[in-house]
């Protein structure tokens, strides 16, 4: 499974972004999708994740209520809309897949997803 992140780009505060990652190669082995993210000089942390069979979702705290992840329009793409954007959202943002199941509890860890996108960069201006 090949993961290719885009949409990201530089935005003033309180404004919207949309992040896509189109998935390629054996794409019926993907049973999780996730974004994640890493700001500069701190770790990569869990943004969101969605479980493609039954859509079951999960969001990190300081998203909730302002990002949504959801399938993409496209075949094989899932997206991640970003509204009230916020300076501290600024960071790298990677999507993630894994080809096994994933238990609810587990959908935060990056150890769980075997495959990465390339990144792509959100600047969020104050």
């Known amino acids: 499974v090949q993961l290719q992140a885009s949409g990201g780009g530089l935005v003033q505060a309180g404004g919207s972004l949309r992040l896509s990652c189109a998935a390629s190669?054996?794409?019926?082995?993907?049973?999780?999708m996730a974004w994640f993210r890493q700001a500069p000089g701190k770790e990569r942390e869990f943004v969101a994740a969605l479980r493609l069979s039954g859509g079951a979702t999960d969001y990190a705290d300081s998203v909730k209520g302002r990002f949504t992840i959801s399938r993409g329009n496209a075949k094989d793409t899932v997206s991640l809309q970003m509204n009230s954007l916020r300076p501290e959202d600024t960071a790298v943002y990677y999507c993630?897949?894994?080809?096994?199941?994933?238990?609810?509890?587990?959908?935060?860890?990056?150890?769980?997803?075997?495959?990465w996108g390339q990144g792509t960069e959100v600047t969020v201006s104050s």
């Open positions: 190669g054996r794409t019926f082995s993907r049973n999780v």
């Open positions: 993630a897949a894994s080809s096994g199941w994933i238990i609810l509890s587990n959908l935060r860890n990056s150890k769980a997803y075997e495959y």
